[in-house]
């Protein structure tokens, strides 16, 4: 969906960080004209020059107050572990009225890191689009990630509702829906559709990979779709994802005591013959699966009032009659 604002939303964006994540807002960006500017802070300096080189920044910088000095919008898009530092870094460092937004996986730790260091007149909306893949770098991003996700806001209380609005407006404007609620409510959510599910894998392939040599090629050589499928996410980030399990440790020690605890029940259904048990939560259980739809059909379907909220009001395209 092209930008049917008249004007771009924003005038200059600094990106912190130009992943997976920073360079597809990025891409989105200059593809559809929502900033006159791009300027970023990468510590790399190949990274810098790569950037560049594909065209999704007009300036590339080492230092953080270089990179956001002049910027309306700055988008922290670095692992959560980053943000104390990052901070620190843009403290006396923006202009008056400036937004500083993020795309973290976590919020509360989010809003504990950055908001202190902001400056009276620096507005802070705190952000995670729920899209991604188990790819990293500036090569892997790609314009369309960010098509009929979600994106989940986490506005923190005192600050202006204009700022919200803009960042919503450009999430918008990137393909996504986006949803307001609060920074605990958020983690305990991504603890489970997200955080959970990350743990889980790495941890198969590592159970996995310990047996025996001779079987650990024959598991390799005969994983099917299957391990494959499920496995997909392990090839993610590591140092996004330490951040994410330290960062998030209350929510995902809860939601992990309580997955332990039906993993268990399982075992012993399997140990007692209990099949009648078995064959009902994988009923119920397929259902549930069954019934995850994407964003955008959500909206084609049902808004969340209740109502018929016709998606082409975000220039989707209408669902066939
Ligand atoms: N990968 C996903 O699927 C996904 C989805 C949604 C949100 N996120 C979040 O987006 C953020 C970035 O993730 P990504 O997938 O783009 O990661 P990435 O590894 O692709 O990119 C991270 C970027 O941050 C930079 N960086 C790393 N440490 C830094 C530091 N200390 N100071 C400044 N810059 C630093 C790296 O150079 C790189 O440019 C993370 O907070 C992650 O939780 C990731
Ligand atoms: O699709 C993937 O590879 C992802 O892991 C994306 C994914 C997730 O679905 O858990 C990962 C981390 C984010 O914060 C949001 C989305």
């Given amino acids: 969906m092209t930008n049917t604002a008249s004007q771009p939303l924003f005038e200059t964006v600094a990106f912190i960080g130009m992943g997976l994540i920073g360079s597809s807002m990025a891409r989105r960006i200059k593809r559809d004209g929502l900033a006159n500017k791009i300027t970023c802070a990468v510590r790399s300096e190949k990274t810098r020059d790569r950037v560049l ?8 910088y080492c230092d953080i107050k270089e990179a956001v000095g002049d910027a309306d919008l700055v988008m922290i898009c670095a692992p ?22 993020d795309v973290g996986s976590v919020k509360q730790s989010v809003i504990r890191d950055i908001a202190p260091h902001l400056d009276e007149g620096v507005h802070f ?3 995670h689009p729920l899209a991604g893949t188990e790819h990293s770098g500036p090569d892997s991003g790609f314009p369309e990630l960010f098509e009929e996700r979600w994106c989940i806001l986490t506005p923190i209380a005192g600050e202006p509702e204009t700022a ?14 986006v ?3 609060d920074a605990d409510h958020h983690d305990r959510i991504l603890g489970i559709t997200s955080h959970l599910p990350h743990l ?5 392939v590592g159970t996995a990979t310990d047996l025996e040599d001779a079987l ?25 994802w330490r951040d994410v ?8 020690l809860e939601v992990l005591g309580r997955f332990q605890e039906d993993l268990m029940a399982l075992q012993r259904a399997i140990r007692w013959g209990e099949g009648d048990k078995l064959f009902d939560l994988f009923t119920r259980t397929r259902e549930i699966r069954r019934g995850i739809v994407d964003a955008g059909q959500y909206f084609t379907n049902f808004s969340a009032e209740g109502e018929n909220r016709q998606s082409d009001e975000k220039g989707k395209k209408k669902p066939a009659e």
């Fill in 53 to 60: 080189e594909i065209g999704i920044a007009d300036e590339a």
């Fill in 80 to 101: 959560v572990g980053a943000n104390e530092a990052i901070g620190a870094q843009l403290s006396g460092a923006l202009k008056k009225g400036a937004i500083v937004s």
């Fill in 125 to 127: 909306v705190p952000g």
């Fill in 164 to 177: 919200t609005a803009k960042v919503k407006a450009l999430w918008e404007a990137c393909g996504m829906f």
């Fill in 179 to 181: 949803e307001c609620m």
């Fill in 200 to 204: 889980i894998a790495y941890t198969i």
């Fill in 216 to 240: 650990r090629q024959e598991v390799i050589k005969f994983s099917a779709t299957g391990f494959r499928d499920f496995t997909r996410i392990a090839a993610s980030d590591p140092t996004m």
């Fill in 245 to 252: 399990f330290l960062n998030n440790r209350e929510a995902v």
